[in-house]
């Protein structure tokens, strides 16, 4: 064989090998199995999609699983699942205080401090004489406002992950997950329940450092109530901002 003639192999050999390690390194990125670790928050609420309960701040931290099910160059499709061990869930209070006066005596009672769907600080007084005894009396309502923070966990095993761009660094990511929250006391108020469903979906960015690890940034829409399990089901939307460490195998 001519020398001209293997040269020419050559490198055709080293072209085609060239081409083959930039399609394999182009469609690396992503492992079969993908573990997470996460933070998100989120400074109120308000009417997004079902929820009515404003002023709710929210964050967690938590662990995701995923699990790549369908690949090609187009799209990234993932199993998804979450548990929330720490959830933090910041409610407005009213405490109420109604003061009786009367000659005499003076009366004046104290109502509980409670979880309130909207609480408005403010004073009402009221005066009038018995008709029965003809005492003169006046009453006061005093409304202060505060707030209280309440422990829960969280569990979504439904979810799912389509990662665009796979064969790129940075990747335009979409996720939804489905699941529920329990909590130590009642949210958002206290005629409501401990056991919550939810469901969160929305979309961000995940840029690759490596072939499997990775950094991921979304704003996600998430909806918690008791679905009418309870006395009342005024439900809490927020809006979350996303932070997630992710490794693979």
């Given at each position: 064989?001519?020398?001209?003639?293997?040269?020419t192999?050559?490198?055709?050999?080293?072209?085609?090998?060239?081409?083959n390690a930039?399609?394999?390194d182009?469609?690396?990125f992503?492992?079969?199995n993908?573990?997470?670790?996460f933070?998100?928050?989120s400074?109120?609420?308000s009417?997004i999609?079902?929820?009515?309960?404003?002023?709710r701040?929210f964050?967690?931290?938590?662990?995701?699983?995923e699990?790549r099910l369908?690949s090609?160059?187009?799209l990234?499709?993932?199993y998804?699942?979450?548990?929330r061990?720490?959830i933090?869930?910041?409610?407005?209070t009213?405490t109420v205080?109604i003061?009786i006066v009367?000659l005499?005596p003076t009366?004046t009672?104290?109502e509980?401090?409670?979880?309130?769907?909207?609480?408005?600080?403010?004073?009402r007084t009221?005066?009038?004489?018995?008709?029965?005894?003809g005492?003169?009396?006046?009453e006061?309502?005093?409304?202060?406002?505060?707030?209280?923070?309440?422990?829960?966990?969280g569990?979504?095993p439904?979810g799912t992950?389509?990662?665009?761009l796979?064969?790129?660094?940075?990747?335009?990511?979409a996720?939804?997950l489905?699941?529920?929250?329990?909590s130590?006391?009642?949210?958002p108020i206290?005629?409501?329940g401990?056991?919550n469903f939810?469901?969160?979906f929305?979309?961000?960015l995940e840029?690759y450092?490596s072939?499997?690890?990775s950094?991921r940034l979304?704003?996600?829409i998430q909806?918690?109530?008791n679905?009418?399990?309870a006395?009342?089901n005024p439900?809490?939307d927020?809006?979350l901002?996303?932070?997630?460490?992710n490794?693979?195998?």
């Amino acid at each position: 064989m001519k020398p001209a003639v293997v040269a020419t192999l050559a490198v055709l050999l080293v072209l085609v090998s060239a081409a083959n390690a930039q399609i394999t390194d182009s469609t690396s990125f992503g492992s079969k199995n993908t573990y997470s670790a996460f933070f998100e928050y989120s400074n109120d609420s308000s009417h997004i999609v079902l929820g009515s309960a404003p002023n709710r701040r929210f964050a967690s931290l938590g662990f995701q699983y995923e699990r790549r099910l369908l690949s090609n160059r187009a799209l990234v499709w993932r199993y998804a699942a979450e548990f929330r061990p720490l959830i933090l869930e910041r409610d407005p209070t009213a405490t109420v205080t109604i003061s009786i006066v009367a000659l005499p005596p003076t009366i004046t009672l104290f109502e509980q401090t409670a979880a309130a769907l909207q609480c408005i600080a403010g004073q009402r007084t009221f005066s009038g004489t018995d008709p029965i005894t003809g005492v003169h009396y006046s009453e006061t309502i005093l409304t202060t406002c505060g707030h209280r923070w309440t422990y829960a966990q969280g569990l979504s095993p439904a979810g799912t992950r389509i990662n665009f761009l796979p064969h790129r660094r940075l990747q335009p990511t979409a996720s939804f997950l489905a699941g529920y929250l329990l909590s130590a006391n009642k949210i958002p108020i206290d005629s409501a329940g401990s056991f919550n469903f939810t469901f969160e979906f929305g979309a961000g960015l995940e840029y690759y450092q490596s072939r499997s690890r990775s950094v991921r940034l979304e704003y996600q829409i998430q909806h918690f109530s008791n679905a009418y399990t309870a006395e009342t089901n005024p439900g809490v939307d927020n809006g979350l901002f996303k932070l997630t460490y992710n490794f693979g195998r």
